[in-house]
């Protein structure tokens, strides 16, 4: 039972490249989210899903991008890296018991700690 | 949009004491409080949760407080260990706000043996 998975686990980028990191979860979970975590903050939403073909900003989506072409898989692409990108980026799964039961859980990844220099 | 505050953010016992983390919101509709435990270069994990029919949660030395009027939850640990030492954080969510917790900005636990 793999839960949820993230690549790589580390990343350096320069200034002005692009990348995805990836996201998948084998729970078979509707939600999926990714949040990115800096000292002192917290973690903060970037974006996230409600199933397949469905995503939605959060908190701090500028400079990112998503897509949902399946259930399991939630990659985050980074269009243009910029050194405020440095960061540890978790992604995150969850489920739903149905209209009147508030969302369940947040599953997350191992995460992936990304440095733009 | 939800905003959660989280106090204080750092806080270091003797063992075998008690602790305590508190935590603001301030959207009424938000009625899902989750706490996370989060070891260093780890993944934070859910340790509990409360939601807003429920005033008082507890689990084994875990417990968790809300008062929806004032808009504040609280995580109490009993007994410390120093295996508790870690980062909590607190979060909130709406029912409807599939996939959005608002995470506090977390709390740095010290359990000195």
């Known amino acids: 039972n793999a839960g949820v998975t993230q690549t790589p686990k580390f990343q350096v980028l320069k200034t002005g490249q692009s990348m995805t990191l990836q996201c998948a979860q084998d729970?078979?979970?509707?939600?999926m989210s990714w949040y990115r975590q800096d000292p002192g903050m917290g973690l903060r939403l970037i974006h996230y899903?409600?199933?397949?073909?469905?995503?939605d900003q959060g908190e701090v989506p500028n400079g990112y991008n998503v897509s949902r072409s399946t259930t399991e898989d939630f990659p985050l692409r980074l269009l243009s890296a910029a050194p405020s990108q440095t960061s540890v980026y978790f992604c995150?799964?969850?489920?739903?018991?149905?209209?009147?039961?508030?969302?369940?859980?947040?599953?997350f990844g191992q995460g992936t700690r990304l440095t733009v220099v | 949009g939800e905003n959660v505050e989280q106090h204080p953010s750092t806080l270091s016992v003797q063992e075998g004491d008690s602790a305590v983390i508190k935590c603001t919101y301030s959207?009424?509709?938000?009625?899902?409080f989750p706490w996370y435990k989060q070891e260093l270069g780890k993944r934070p994990q859910l340790i509990i949760d409360?939601?807003?029919?429920?005033g008082e949660k507890k689990d084994q030395r875990i417990a968790v407080t809300l008062n929806k009027t004032a808009k504040h939850f609280s995580l109490h640990i009993t007994e410390t260990q120093p295996e508790d030492s870690a980062v909590y954080f607190c979060?909130?969510?709406?029912?409807?706000?599939?996939?959005?917790?608002?995470f506090g900005q977390g709390t740095i636990l010290t359990v000195h043996p």
């Open positions: 899903s409600v199933g397949a073909g469905i995503t």
């Open positions: 959207d009424s509709a938000s009625n899902y």
């Open positions: 979060a909130a969510r709406r029912s409807t706000s599939y996939g959005k917790l608002t």
């Open positions: 995150a799964s969850s489920y739903s018991l149905g209209q009147l039961t508030p969302n369940t859980e947040a599953f």
């Open positions: 729970m078979n979970h509707e939600y």
């Open positions: 409360i939601r807003s029919n429920v």
